[in-house]
C-alpha cells in the first residue's frame, strides 16, 4: 500500500465545488489502484485573506513545500479585486508558484471526439487537434523588476513592469518544451515577439542554441500575434508550444475555446524537485460559483496529471482519464459543453458520473 499527503488548496469561487469533486475521484482511484491519499486542506486566496489576512499564508506554502504534490482549484474575486497587490488573491497564487519553484507549466489542449461539437471552430478544423502549450510560469513581466507605481515628468500617475528573462530560465523551460515535443510528435514552436521585446530576442537566441541538443526535433518560431491567429485558422499546425509567462497565459485560455470550454484544461506545474502544483486553467468563475454549475472536469483531469506527473502512477492517470471519457459517452455533460441530445447536469452529478466510471474502468495497459 502505497501512501502520500495531498495538500488541496480549494480557495475561492468554484474552487472549492471543483476541488470536492477531484478528492472523491482520487479517493476512489487510490481505493482501486492500492494508493491512500493523506489530504491536507489549506487556505489560498481570497479565502486566506479574509482568514488569516495574507493570500498565502505561511502554513499553507510550508505544508504544500512537505506534501507530495498540491492540487489547486481557483483564486480571486470581485471582493478583492480593489485589494492593494500585496493583499490580492492572484498575488497568493504568484507567491505560491513561486515558492514551488515551478517554473515549468504544462497546459495540454486536445479536442475529444467526444465535444468537437462543443469547439466554436467548424468541425474540420478543430477535430483531432491535440496540442500542448509549455508556459514559463516563475519569471517575465509578473516577477520582474522594477515594477509599481510611480510619477512621470508630467505628474501623471504611472504603472510600470518589466519583461525580463534570464539565459538560465530559458535554457530551463526550453529543455522541458524539447523533451516535451520529443515523446510527442517531435515538432516544437517557440512563440515570442523577438520583433520588437530584447527579453524575446534573448529567447529566440537561447532556444535557438538549446536546439543544437534535441537535433531529432524540429524548431520553428513564431510572433505571439501571428500564434494568435493561427491557433483559430488551422490549429492543427501545433504540436508542442513553448513560451513566456504571459504569452502562455493568454495563448492556453485561447487554445481551451477550440477544445470546447476552459472547464475541460488541466494544468500541471513542475520544478526541478519537491512538490509539482496541479490546477485547472480557469480562474473562480464568480459568475456561476456556488451555483453547482462549473464543470469539474479540468480539476478532476489536472488530479490524472498529478498522479503522472506528480507521483508517477500512470495506471490511476490513465483510469481517472478513461473515466472521464466514459462519463461524457454516456452523455453526462455541464452546461458550458452542454448541446442538444445530451444530458445537461451540475458539478456535483457531473462528478458522481465520473465516479461510476472509475469504480468500472479497466484502464488500458
Ligand atoms: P474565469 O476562468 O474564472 O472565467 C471565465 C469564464 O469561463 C466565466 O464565464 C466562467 O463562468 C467560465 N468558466 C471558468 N471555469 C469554468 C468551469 N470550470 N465550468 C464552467 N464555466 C467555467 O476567468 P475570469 O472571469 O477572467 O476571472 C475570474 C477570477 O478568477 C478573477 O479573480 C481572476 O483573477 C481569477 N483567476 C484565477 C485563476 C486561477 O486560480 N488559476 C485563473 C484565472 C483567473
Ligand atoms: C492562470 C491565471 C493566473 C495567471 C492569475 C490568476 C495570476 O490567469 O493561472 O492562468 O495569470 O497565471
Ligand atoms: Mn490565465
Redesign the pocket.
Known amino acids: 500500500q502505497k501512501r502520500y499527503t495531498i495538500t488541496l488548496l480549494p480557495?475561492d469561487?468554484?474552487g472549492p465545488e471543483?476541488i470536492s469533486v477531484a478528492k472523491e475521484v482520487l479517493k476512489l482511484t487510490g481505493s482501486l489502484e492500492g494508493i491512500e491519499f493523506g489530504f491536507q486542506e489549506m487556505p489560498v486566496g481570497g479565502s486566506a485573506l479574509d482568514l488569516i489576512g495574507l493570500p498565502l499564508p505561511k502554513e499553507t506554502l510550508s505544508a504544500a513545500k512537505q506534501s507530495d504534490a498540491v492540487l489547486?482549484g481557483?483564486?480571486?474575486?470581485y471582493k478583492w479585486?480593489n485589494n492593494e497587490k500585496h493583499l490580492k488573491?492572484?498575488t497568493g497564487?504568484l507567491q505560491l508558484r513561486e515558492g514551488l519553484k515551478v517554473f515549468a507549466n504544462l497546459r495540454p489542449a486536445s479536442v475529444l471526439p467526444q465535444l468537437v461539437d462543443a469547439s466554436t471552430l467548424k468541425k474540420e478544423i478543430a477535430e483531432g487537434v491535440d496540442l500542448m502549450v509549455v508556459r514559463e510560469l516563475t519569471g517575465g513581466i509578473y516577477f520582474g523588476k522594477p515594477r509599481g507605481f510611480s510619477t512621470n515628468e508630467n505628474g501623471d500617475e504611472i504603472g510600470f513592469n518589466t519583461e525580463v528573462y534570464a539565459t538560465y530560465e530559458i535554457d530551463r523551460i526550453a529543455r522541458i518544451a524539447f523533451e516535451t515535443a520529443r515523446k510527442r510528435c517531435g515538432k516544437l514552436c517557440s512563440v515570442d515577439k523577438a520583433n520588437v521585446l530584447e527579453a524575446s530576442m534573448l529567447w529566440r537566441k537561447r532556444v535557438t542554441a538549446i536546439a543544437s541538443e534535441y537535433p531529432d526535433v524540429e524548431l520553428s518560431h513564431m510572433y505571439v500575434d501571428n500564434a494568435a491567429m493561427q491557433l483559430v485558422r488551422n490549429p492543427k499546425q501545433f504540436d508542442t508550444i513553448v513560451t513566456n509567462n504571459i504569452f502562455g497565459d493568454i495563448l492556453s485560455d485561447e487554445a481551451s475555446m477550440i477544445t470546447g470550454?476552459?472547464?475541460m484544461l488541466p494544468s500541471a506545474s513542475l520544478g526541478e524537485s519537491g512538490p509539482g502544483l496541479f490546477?485547472?486553467?480557469?480562474?473562480?468563475?464568480?459568475?456561476?460559483a456556488g451555483q453547482d454549475?462549473?464543470?469539474?472536469l479540468?480539476t478532476v483531469l489536472s488530479a490524472a496529471m498529478l498522479l503522472r506527473y506528480g507521483l508517477g502512477e500512470e495506471n490511476a492517470a490513465k483510469r481517472i482519464e478513461a473515466a472521464v471519457l466514459d462519463a461524457l459517452n454516456r452523455g453526462f455533460r455541464?452546461?458550458?459543453i452542454h448541446s442538444a441530445g445530451n444530458k445537461l447536469v451540475g458539478c456535483k452529478a457531473m462528478g458522481d458520473e465520473v465516479l461510476k466510471s472509475v469504480d468500472s474502468q479497466i484502464p488500458a495497459a
Open positions: 480557495g469561487g468554484i471543483v489547486l481557483a483564486i480571486g474575486g479585486d488573491p492572484e497564487l470550454s476552459i472547464g490546477e485547472p486553467i480557469h480562474g473562480s468563475a464568480p459568475d456561476i454549475k462549473a464543470n469539474p479540468a455541464t452546461g458550458d
